[in-house]
């Protein structure tokens, strides 16, 4: 992003130039990655035509004329917001989310909208209403998910960059199977206002980038307090830019013990471990820690994601928009039609299991359990980043991406895969995943990097430095292939 | 055999506050369907609640008027369940942390003074309305997402009239507090009620049935006499009673059964992970309790002090703010308060009754009270041309000098010229004066009314009247 900033500034390029061929790229290789549910080349180009005039006249801002994939669940005025479910099949957002306000104050121009699993209920994107996702370094294998389509537009060169949304690892989970960088800022940074929710209280937009640089950059774009965001933190936002450095001289990085586990993929470990002696080169200290309160996160995050989305969920009804069932006799045949009718296998599954785990009788086994023992989750990473170390190093999935079909009539299996990702979410801190070598198939594996909540700038520091002594991020697929 | 009632309360107030309860949406009463919605209050996707602290202020004041105990630490809770015209299919309202626990409301019934008590008052947001035309069905969410506070009794009224009584209590304390309208015609107050019976002398209350969305206190008064009456009927004739949630149907006249208990909701209850906890400091509650106005029992105590004048009128006027507020203007303005009451109390509520009038849209003021009560004192007027001239100062406002003249009412205390009425008086009415003069005191009550009808009412009267004496001898 730094690079095409500079191309369009120095007039070596201009914003439609830019524009016109990655919707070039799109039409050539989209039909074989399906990176896009909806792209609206009009908006685009217009965008991107006035972005050009602005610059003419003299207008300099730092996202001026820069093209972004959005992931399709975060509202863009004017355009179709899908959360890839056919309840919302042709509904179009009325307003701005709050992140692409900003975007678009500092001159960003919005291409189009990216697959993702329905309402970002899943790890694959094969549960998109739509259409399938593929991996752009192998076109047989999933893209990760849910924002498994900004991911493959990332790494496919079909956009700059990209924003996704994490409720359980899903910017980093697919940012590490498709080798781009992807950071899930602490609860709070990011405001979710426009951000069509699953579970509120985990859910963070995030950016989906070729390098660190360019997540750095986004981020400082899309943070800050919004008074719409009662939940946005009220916390000044760095430069995390100027704040980058190439070596890790006095960081201490903790390696937690419960994320080195038994059955977890031998290369996938083999890159990690790799990175963690890399980072030890450029001056980091190591220490090992213990996060026992891991092994629980899994089952906690599937009671409080889904208890949350039953509820968010509940407003798709068909009375005031998206979908609604034809020919019903009563409003509560319109309904249960309507949402039968709307709702894919996975979505339906997780409202079934939240409304049971709220229902009187069980609220205390499930929820309030669930609800206490996340507290305990977050007391441990508070526990080793104030007495043991300034970041954690981690895998993002104890495997590589996996074939599509392979796990999509296995739920829990899929929910497995959750597992290293789904504690920051519950703990509200931030992470990062960077790219940190390959597979013998030539398969991407990420790096996850760790951080206290609301220092992104250290998370970003470490990511940089390791990125850059690796260069594993300039690495681009074979699309053709 | 002889029953008991016992019933509780539960009475949704619509807060005076300019905007919704999370949104920034006006509240403004009567504006096209559907032209005060925003994403938020419309539950679009993405949209999120920001909570209004004018509600939170107003929710709080009242608990500190009634004496309840204000949680420092309360949240916001999601009830969920389907309608149609709830936008996000869950109502965002308080559950186990409501701002306000207990307190207490005092009510007078006949002669009786009693308190009752309060469970909770909590804060949560109205929903829209369902209108159905024909086959059509149409909703509109204007009201959808108004800050609407929730006063919650302890089964603690015996009788309809208690309830009534509470209602109009209660009315008139949110109504000093500025903190609702209570318009019952804009539906600003609706209530549910409980109800059991329990025969006379049992402990045990009663199975109770539920009466849901009465928008008027006589709806209140006429569904409860209903509820009773049916409940003692259906015992009486070896029955049993159901719980279950009942309706009221003003045309008919009666409650009837919306659907039983069996079916009852799982509102699946749980914190909004979209809003903060509010916690609120010692130093805000004090501050907010600096807020308290004087309420309408003391106004009652201190207008009868204030201003010498009668308890029963100190009462009929601290019922209503707005009639004490201009009570206590014109009366700071007179040397008559008594006199100024007794323009409040009869012409005023009268006129306002006759017209269907809010103090505030009657044109009179209370400086042109004062001045009027002055003419009246300093005899200008007598009463019957100070009723006519209030009732033009309430129509069209002025001033009462001008007023008097121009509609020549100058009251006429002039001896020559009320002796020429008087001379015509008895001239004209030879049987009355004998009347009187054989001893039959009502016939100088008749010249005296002759008089006053020969001038057009500008007579002074009492001067008629000892002229008139003078004159019969």
């Known amino acids: 992003m730094a690079e095409v900033s500079a191309l369009l500034r120095e007039r070596k390029c201009s914003s439609l130039e830019l524009v016109q061929e990655l919707i070039a790229v799109i039409r050539k290789n989209d039909s074989q990655i399906g990176a896009f549910v909806s792209l609206d080349e009009e908006y685009a180009l217009a ?22 994939a959005v992931k399709d669940l975060i509202n863009v005025q004017g355009q179709t917001c899908t959360c890839a479910s056919r309840i919302l099949s042709g509904y179009v957002a009325p307003y701005d989310a709050t992140v692409i306000a900003r975007l678009r104050r500092e001159g960003a121009v919005f291409l189009g909208r990216t697959n993702m699993d329905e309402f970002a209920m899943g790890a694959s994107t094969e549960n998109s209403a739509y259409k399938i996702t593929r991996n752009p370094w192998n076109r047989d294998y999933v893209p990760g998910g849910s924002s498994g389509g900004s991911a493959a537009a990332v790494a496919a060169d079909e956009t700059i960059a990209a924003l996704g949304s994490d409720t359980g690892g899903s910017v980093r989970q697919p940012a590490s199977f498709c080798g781009c960088v992807g950071l899930k800022p602490s609860y709070g940074r990011v405001s979710r206002y426009g951000l069509t929710a699953f579970a509120s209280s985990l859910d963070q937009i995030g950016p989906m980038t070729k390098c660190v640089r360019d997540a750095a950059i986004l981020l400082k774009t899309i943070a800050g307090h919004d008074e719409r965001d009662s939940t946005s933190a009220k916390i000044t936002v760095p430069d995390y830019e100027s704040g980058l450095r190439t070596d890790l001289k006095g960081l201490k990085i903790g390696l937690p013990k419960e994320y080195f586990i038994d059955g977890m993929d031998a290369e996938v470990e083999k890159c990690v471990r790799a990175a963690v002696a890399e980072c030890e080169r450029l001056g980091a200290a190591i220490v090992d820690v213990n996060l026992p309160m891991t092994p629980h996160a899994v089952a906690v995050y599937y009671i409080i994601a889904c ?44 409202i079934i299991l939240g409304t049971y785990v709220l229902s009187s009788g069980y609220y205390d086994a499930y929820y309030l359990r669930a609800q206490k023992v996340r507290t305990l989750i977050r007391r441990d990473f508070e526990r080793v980043f104030a007495e043991e170390c300034d970041v954690l190093l981690a895998p993002v999935a104890p495997a590589p991406a996996y074939k599509i079909g392979e796990k999509i009539e296995d739920p829990l299996q899929m929910y497995l895969g959750d597992i290293f990702t789904i504690p920051a979410n519950l703990a509200g801190i931030c992470a990062l995943s960077v790219p940190c070598g390959f597979t013998a198939q030539n398969l991407p594996v990420g790096l996850q990097i760790l951080g206290p909540a609301f220092r992104e700038d250290v998370l970003l520091r470490a990511g940089y430095a390791y990125e850059q002594a690796a260069q594993w991020h300039l690495r681009r697929p074979d699309v053709k292939k | 055999m002889k029953f008991l009632a ?251 059964s919306m659907r039983s208990k069996e079916e009852a909701h799982d509102y699946r209850y749980f914190p909004d992970p979209d809003l903060l906890p509010v916690l609120l400091s010692r130093e805000q509650i004090q501050l907010w309790e600096k807020d308290i106005p004087e309420l309408p029992r003391q106004r009652c105590a201190r207008l009868a002090r204030q201003y010498a004048i009668p308890e029963y009128d100190a009462k009929v006027l601290s019922a209503d703010k707005d009639l004490a507020d201009f009570f206590e203007k014109a009366a700071g303005l007179s040397v008559n308060p008594k006199a100024v009451s007794n323009f409040v109390m009869t012409e005023m509520l009268r006129l306002l009754a006759e017209k269907e009038m809010e103090i505030k849209d009657a044109q009179i003021t209370p400086q042109s009270l004062a001045e009027l009560v002055k003419l009246a004192d300093e005899g200008k007027i007598n009463s019957n041309s100070a009723k006519q001239i209030f009732a033009a100062l309430f129509e069209k406002g002025g001033a009462p000098g001008r007023l008097m003249e121009a509609m020549g009412l100058v009251q006429v205390s002039d001896a020559g010229e009320i002796e020429d009425f008087v001379r015509k008086a008895m001239e004209s009415n030879p049987k009355s004066v004998s009347d009187y003069r054989a001893g039959k005191e009502a016939a100088l009550k008749y010249l005296v009314g002759q008089v006053m009808r020969l001038s057009r009412g500008k007579a002074n009267p009492q001067m008629a009247r000892e002229l008139l004496k003078q004159k019969l001898g």
């Open chain 1, 47 to 68: 965008q991107a035509r006035r972005a050009d005039e602005l610059r003419r006249k003299g207008t300099e801002l730092p996202l001026l004329g820069v093209p972004l």
């Open chain 1, 307 to 350: 208890a949350e989305a039953s509820a968010n969920l509940a407003r798709f009804d068909g009375v005031r928009y998206g979908c609604r069932a034809k020919n019903a006799d009563d409003p509560y045949e319109m309904y249960c039609r309507t949402r039968a009718e709307g709702f894919g296998a996975e979505v339906k599954r997780r």
């Open chain 2, 6 to 256: 016992t019933i509780g309360l539960e009475v949704h107030v619509q807060l005076l506050t300019r905007t919704k309860m999370f949104c920034a949406c006006k509240t403004d009463y009567g504006a096209g369907e559907n032209t005060q919605v925003c994403p938020v209050c419309l539950g679009y996707p993405g949209a999120l609640p920001v909570i209004n602290e004018e509600a939170v202020r107003l929710t709080v004041l009242t608990g500190l008027m009634l004496g309840s105990k204000i949680n420092r630490f309360s949240k916001f809770d999601r009830k969920n369940y389907f309608y149609p015209d709830m936008p996000k299919n869950y109502q965002i309202s308080q559950y186990d942390c409501p701002f306000c626990v207990g307190g207490a409301v005092e009510i007078t019934c006949g002669e009786k003074v009693k308190k009752v008590s309060l469970t909770r008052i909590h804060l949560e947001e109205d929903v829209g309305k369902n209108m159905h035309i024909g086959e059509l069905s149409s909703v509109d969410f204007n009201r959808a997402g108004h800050p609407l506070m929730e006063v919650v009794t302890e089964p603690d009224m015996a009788s309809p009239e208690e309830a009534f009584a509470f209602l109009l209590a209660l009315k008139q304390i949110l109504n000093y507090g500025l903190v609702s309208r209570c318009n019952l015609e804009e539906g600003n107050v609706r209530c549910d009620i409980n109800c059991s019976i329990r025969p006379e002398g049992r402990e045990r209350l009663g199975v109770k049935t539920e009466i849901k969305n009465l928008n008027t206190f006589k709806g209140v008064f006429q569904a409860l006499n209903y509820e009773i009456a049916r409940q003692t009927e259906v015992l009486n004739s070896g029955g049993m009673i159901t719980q279950e949630t009942r309706r009221w149907d003003s045309e008919r006249g009666v409650t009837e």
